[in-house]
């Protein structure tokens, strides 16, 4: 995040002596991303970081093909995942290659057991249904319908919901998520262009350090397997911090669309950027206003990238039988386009309603047994006559 923050005490400069009331020492740790050359925060622990009690069992957790040389188009129809209580188990990767795992999750119960950290992958999380607050080391961010959570490699996190009716779109990326460059000046501040700006994120607040000793679980996803951690003393133990590597959330509802005269293509929607995958916001906007403009888009060739939809909500304009929570897959390699009618029935018409998060990979994406659970079988065919 390229916004400094910063929340709780720290002292006034870094790399000194920072003491507790009882004159012992604060523990000072950086959290930073790509060595020592990307972003980069100072966190000032009430314990080290470093007590590791035990190191229990590994599960195997890495995504498998059930299909790994797709060409057919797809149709998951995600709402009928079948709920489950905890947070990790409900989240099952359905589309995935070495870049990024796309998976579904509907969790029922608050993740209260343990703590998460995914040590591989920024994880962006896309809360369809449900609200809570996303809680870790570095303060809190309440969530809800339309927010994405972007919570960066190493964080370790906690996931609270108000209720058990949860919905959740999950993006692990092995790459580093950012907004895309093209909005950001030289100094990172979001430009007059872009669709959204700092004043739109969602930033942690609300710091909270727990000075207890004990057993505290961490699961730590690393390299495929979820490792089990137990730690002596409770990982959200940090007085202050400062930096620009922290989880933020973003609302879906506050990306202003950009439009024009005719047509203008999916890089206008784009709102993260990764050196691998690009995911874009499709919000309720007005259509392309020149006299003869076909709003629907045209036939593309994504030759060279998968394109993956998740509807959210609204008429998806350009798709029939679309339904929310229903993931579309264009794979790279044959053209796809609006289905028969919305082409021509989108003439003259003066907005749309839908609502949808697109991630395209430039990897192709393999399937898993998940996806084929509720891929409808027959979507590839809806553009005959
Ligand atoms: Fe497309």
Same mark, same amino acid.
């Given at each position: 995040?390229?916004?400094?923050?910063?929340?709780?005490?720290?002292?006034?400069?870094?790399?000194?002596?920072?003491?507790?009331?009882?004159?012992?020492?604060?523990?000072?740790?950086?959290?930073?991303?790509?060595?020592? &050359?990307?972003?980069? @925060?100072?966190?000032?622990?009430? !314990?080290?970081?470093?007590?590791?009690?035990?190191?229990?069992?590994?599960?195997?957790?890495?995504?498998?093909? %059930?299909?790994?040389?797709?060409?057919?188009?797809?149709?998951?129809?995600?709402?009928? =995942?079948?709920?489950?209580?905890?947070?990790?188990?409900?989240?099952?990767?359905?589309?995935?290659?070495?870049? #990024? !795992?796309?998976? =579904?999750?509907?969790?029922?119960? @608050?993740?209260?057991?343990?703590?998460?950290?995914?040590?591989?992958?920024?994880?962006?999380?896309? #809360?369809?249904?449900?609200?809570?607050?996303?809680?870790?080391?570095?303060?809190?961010?309440?969530?809800?319908?339309?927010?994405?959570?972007?919570?960066?490699?190493?964080?370790?996190?906690?996931?609270?919901?108000?209720?058990?009716?949860?919905?959740?779109?999950?993006?692990?990326? $092995?790459?580093?998520?950012?907004?895309?460059?093209?909005?950001?000046?030289?100094?990172?501040? *979001?430009?007059?262009?872009? /669709?959204?700006?700092?004043?739109?994120?969602?930033?942690?607040?609300?710091?909270? %350090?727990?000075?207890?000793?004990?057993?505290?679980?961490?699961?730590?996803?690393?390299?495929?397997?979820?490792? !089990?951690?137990?730690?002596?003393?409770?990982?959200?133990?940090?007085?202050?911090?400062?930096?620009?590597? $922290?989880?933020?959330?973003?609302?879906?509802?506050?990306?202003?669309?950009?439009?024009?005269?005719?047509?203008?293509?999916?890089?206008? !929607?784009?709102?993260?950027?990764?050196?691998?995958?690009? #995911?874009?916001?499709?919000?309720?906007?007005?259509?392309?206003?020149?006299?003869?403009?076909?709003? %629907?888009?045209?036939?593309? @060739?994504?030759?060279?990238?998968?394109? #993956?939809? $998740?509807?959210? &909500?609204?008429?998806?304009?350009?798709?029939?039988?679309?339904?929310?929570?229903?993931?579309?897959?264009?794979? %790279?390699?044959?053209?796809?386009?609006? *289905?028969?009618?919305?082409?021509?029935? @989108?003439?003259?018409?003066?907005?749309?309603?839908?609502?949808?998060?697109?991630?395209?990979?430039?990897? /192709?994406?393999?399937?898993?047994?998940?996806?084929?659970?509720?891929?409808?079988?027959? $979507?590839?065919?809806?553009?005959?006559?």
């Amino acid at each position: 995040m390229p916004l400094y923050h910063k929340l709780g005490k720290i002292p006034h400069k870094r790399h000194t002596t920072f003491r507790k009331a009882d004159g012992s020492l604060h523990y000072e740790q950086l959290f930073g991303t790509i060595g020592f &050359d990307g972003m980069s @925060s100072l966190l000032y622990h009430l !314990h080290r970081p470093t007590q590791v009690k035990e190191v229990l069992d590994a599960l195997d957790v890495s995504p498998r093909a %059930a299909v790994s040389h797709n060409m057919h188009s797809r149709l998951l129809k995600g709402l009928e =995942l079948t709920p489950t209580d905890d947070y990790l188990d409900s989240r099952k990767v359905v589309l995935f290659n070495s870049d #990024v !795992h796309v998976g =579904l999750a509907a969790p029922r119960k @608050s993740q209260t057991e343990y703590f998460y950290k995914n040590a591989d992958a920024d994880e962006l999380l896309f #809360v369809h249904q449900g609200s809570g607050v996303l809680k870790t080391f570095m303060g809190q961010i309440p969530f809800e319908y339309g927010d994405y959570l972007l919570i960066p490699r190493g964080m370790i996190y906690q996931i609270h919901f108000d209720g058990p009716e949860n919905r959740l779109l999950v993006v692990e990326s $092995y790459h580093p998520i950012y907004t895309p460059k093209r909005y950001r000046n030289w100094f990172g501040q *979001h430009l007059e262009h872009s /669709p959204f700006c700092e004043r739109d994120f969602k930033l942690p607040r609300d710091l909270e %350090a727990w000075d207890e000793k004990g057993d505290f679980l961490i699961k730590v996803k690393k390299q495929g397997k979820l490792h !089990h951690l137990v730690y002596a003393t409770h990982p959200f133990d940090v007085v202050g911090w400062d930096g620009y590597n $922290y989880p933020y959330g973003f609302s879906i509802h506050d990306f202003e669309p950009i439009t024009g005269r005719v047509h203008q293509p999916p890089p206008v !929607h784009q709102t993260f950027e990764t050196s691998a995958f690009v #995911v874009c916001s499709f919000v309720p906007r007005l259509y392309d206003y020149h006299p003869e403009a076909i709003p %629907a888009p045209y036939n593309h @060739s994504n030759i060279d990238s998968d394109e #993956v939809l $998740y509807y959210v &909500d609204g008429d998806f304009m350009s798709r029939k039988g679309i339904d929310k929570g229903y993931i579309s897959l264009h794979p %790279a390699g044959i053209p796809h386009g609006p *289905h028969p009618g919305t082409y021509e029935g @989108s003439i003259g018409k003066k907005g749309t309603a839908e609502l949808a998060v697109m991630v395209d990979t430039f990897k /192709p994406l393999m399937l898993t047994q998940a996806a084929l659970d509720l891929d409808d079988g027959k $979507y590839y065919k809806s553009w005959l006559e």
